[in-house]
T-cell receptor
């Protein structure tokens, strides 16, 4: 079953707390992504990972970091979350000749 | 700059008619992939159809088809015989090479309303 799984689906955190968003895929895709989606702004690329320990900044990396220690798992970390990081976060994966497969998203609220 | 632009923020059509959503892109690459995705009311993002830049034939999947005009850097999505369930936000995307690696970038989306 081709799937990208995100956990948790909903999260409320206080400003200044650390946040860990987790993502897994079962397709052995080498490339994984983190996007955030805000109203009217579409999907903005935060980080992209080309394989284990091979990560690159996307268009809006500030305030985020990532970790990929296994091909099937990609984490997004917010150290000291800010209210402007309230958003919906999507994890995705792809291979060289495939489309991008998306998870169902994590709705993060920072209060 | 390499980018994807969807100028239509919202479109309303009556069901069973045909709708075209526009998308233009900019890229330095000679070979690239173009995609259309649908985001449903639940927030789920689903792949619909793709066009490889080296293919001259327009892709078709079910009641989705593409109008690929390479000289104009344009990839329109055509939905025929629209249904109420087609109401969603549609994103155009492009896979391109940037700084020796590839990534996928998205337009800002077009909200389609299919009315009874």
């Amino acid at each position: 079953d081709m799937k990208v799984t995100q956990m948790p689906r909903y999260l409320i955190k206080r400003m200044g707390e650390n946040v860990l968003l987790e993502c897994g895929q079962d397709m052995s895709h080498e490339t994984m992504y983190w996007y955030r989606q805000d109203p009217g702004l579409g999907l903005q690329l935060i980080y992209i990972s080309y394989d284990v320990d091979s990560n690159s900044e996307g268009d809006i990396p500030k305030g985020y970091r990532v970790s990929r220690k296994k091909r099937e798992h990609f984490s997004l970390i917010l150290d000291s979350a800010k209210t402007n990081q309230t958003s919906v976060y999507f994890c995705a994966s792809s291979s060289v000749n495939t489309e991008v497969f998306f998870g169902k998203g994590t709705r993060l609220t920072v209060v | 700059a390499q980018k994807v632009t969807q100028t239509q923020t919202s479109i309303s059509v009556v069901e069973k008619t045909t709708v075209t959503m526009d998308c233009v892109y900019e890229t330095r690459d000679s070979s690239y992939f173009l995609f259309w995705y649908k985001q449903t009311a639940s927030g789920e993002i689903v792949f619909l159809i793709r066009q490889d830049s080296y293919k001259k034939e327009n892709a078709t999947v079910g009641h989705y088809s593409l109008n690929f005009q390479k000289p104009k850097s344009s990839i329109g999505l055509i939905i025929t015989a629209t249904q109420i369930e087609d109401s969603a936000v549609y994103f155009c995307a492009m896979r391109l090479y940037d700084t020796n690696a590839y990534k996928v970038i998205f337009g800002k989306g077009t909200h389609l309303h299919v009315l009874p």
